[in-house]
């Protein structure tokens, strides 16, 4: 199973740009990379998923490289409720499709 | 529009008792799944259910039974509760599987098993 690889933590000061990396050496051309974020004392939410291309929406962009080894989910100005614990998770469309791998995340910390 | 609830919210549990975590979701989804969390840990599949009357196992399925008799709930039995078996709970569902299907967790049940 492809696994990622990401920081254990990062911290970011408040309405500054958050990049948040993740390795995914081994991803095949059929895996989705998906991100997901954990608040404190809740259940996790989606955050963004791309295929090939970068990709925007209203929380976050999600910037793949060239050759997706790697991406990094980018948060354009962090706030206190980011923080939380982001993970970055591979998910095969064509076989285990409905198993998602999460791995122990990147603890964002924000800074007033 | 409640999402996804679970019930109850906390449980303690001694070694050998037996218990039913309950998720209900709201949104007609087909697919329902239960994760378990330890801490500092990331989640790990237990059980998944791709629709009424199904169920299949996911990454860490033993000591755990589960249940889909209606499409709107999906419960998580636990047999003989072990201390191994302390963790927080997630239910989570979504709609049918493409490879984009966005996952809506539920707020968790804390357990602990002594």
């Known amino acids: 199973d492809a696994k990622t690889t990401q920081p254990n933590s990062m911290e970011s000061n408040e309405e500054e740009p958050v990049h948040l990396p993740c390795n995914h050496s081994?991803?095949?051309?059929?895996?989705?990379i998906h991100w997901y974020r954990q608040l404190p004392s809740q259940g996790p939410e989606y955050v963004i998923h791309?295929?090939?291309s970068n990709v925007n929406n209203r929380m976050a962009s999600l910037a793949i490289a060239e050759d997706r080894k790697s991406s990094t989910l980018i948060l354009h100005r962090a706030t206190l409720r980011d923080a939380a614990v982001y993970y970055c998770?591979?998910?095969?469309?064509?076989?285990?499709?409905?198993?998602?791998?999460f791995g122990s995340g990147t603890k964002l910390n924000v800074k007033p | 529009n409640a999402g996804v609830t679970q019930t109850p919210k906390f449980r303690v549990l001694k070694t050998g008792q037996s218990m039913t975590l309950l998720c209900a979701q709201d949104?007609?989804?087909?697919?329902m799944y239960w994760y378990r969390q330890d801490p500092g840990m990331g989640l790990r599949l237990i059980h998944y259910?791709?629709?009424?009357?199904?169920?299949a196992k996911g990454e860490v399925p033993d000591g755990y039974n589960v249940s889909r008799l209606k499409k709107q709930n999906f419960l998580l039995g636990l047999e003989s509760a072990a201390p191994s078996q302390t963790s927080v709970y997630f239910c989570?569902?979504?709609?049918?599987?493409?490879?984009?299907?966005?996952?809506?967790f539920g707020p968790g049940t804390r357990l602990t098993v002594t």
């Open positions: 791309g295929l090939t």
């Open positions: 949104m007609n989804h087909e697919y």
């Open positions: 259910s791709v629709g009424e009357g199904t169920t």
């Open positions: 081994t991803i095949s051309g059929t895996d989705y």
């Open positions: 989570a569902s979504s709609y049918q599987i493409l490879p984009f299907y966005e996952q809506y």
């Open positions: 998770i591979l998910r095969d469309s064509l076989e285990n499709f409905n198993k998602f791998y």
